[in-house]
């Protein structure tokens, strides 16, 4: 049974930093594409940071042009986890956050398994 469970989200001033955890069970993160998603009330899931396992994608690594520059998508394949770092927060960052994967290297398309989320409120 595959178990994506978030960690580190909270309360933060504008300009403050925060970091994200994501610890999976019963699949492995580093073999497959991985990402992370934001939902703000009243609005529609955003992607927002993604790892590809084709690395002729950017790299292999995309970001949602609201927080390139500002956030980054890391993964430890020895712990089986997966980071978001995210610096100089703006109000407009608030939203519950999620990791997800799939079995697929590619970001594009649905993702099959997903966290819990975790609240990140930006706010002075």
């Known amino acids: 049974q595959v178990q994506l469970v978030e960690s580190g989200g909270g309360s933060v001033q504008p300009g403050g930093s925060l970091r994200l955890s994501c610890a999976a069970s019963?699949?492995?993160?580093?073999?497959?594409?991985v990402g992370w998603f934001r939902q703000a009330p009243g609005k529609d899931r955003e992607d927002i940071a993604c790892?590809?396992?084709?690395?002729?994608?950017?790299?292999?690594?995309i970001y949602a042009d609201s927080v390139k520059g500002r956030f980054t998508i890391s993964t430890d394949n020895d712990k089986n986890m997966v980071y978001l770092e995210m610096n100089s927060l703006k109000p407009e960052d608030t939203a519950v956050y999620y990791c997800?994967?799939?079995?697929?290297?590619?970001?594009?398309?649905?993702?099959?398994?997903w966290g819990q989320g975790t609240q990140v409120t930006v706010s002075s």
């Open positions: 790892v590809s396992k084709m690395k002729t994608i950017d790299g292999g690594t």
């Open positions: 997800g994967t799939k079995a697929s290297y590619y970001c594009s398309g649905a993702f099959d398994y």
């Open positions: 019963g699949f492995t993160l580093g073999r497959y594409a």
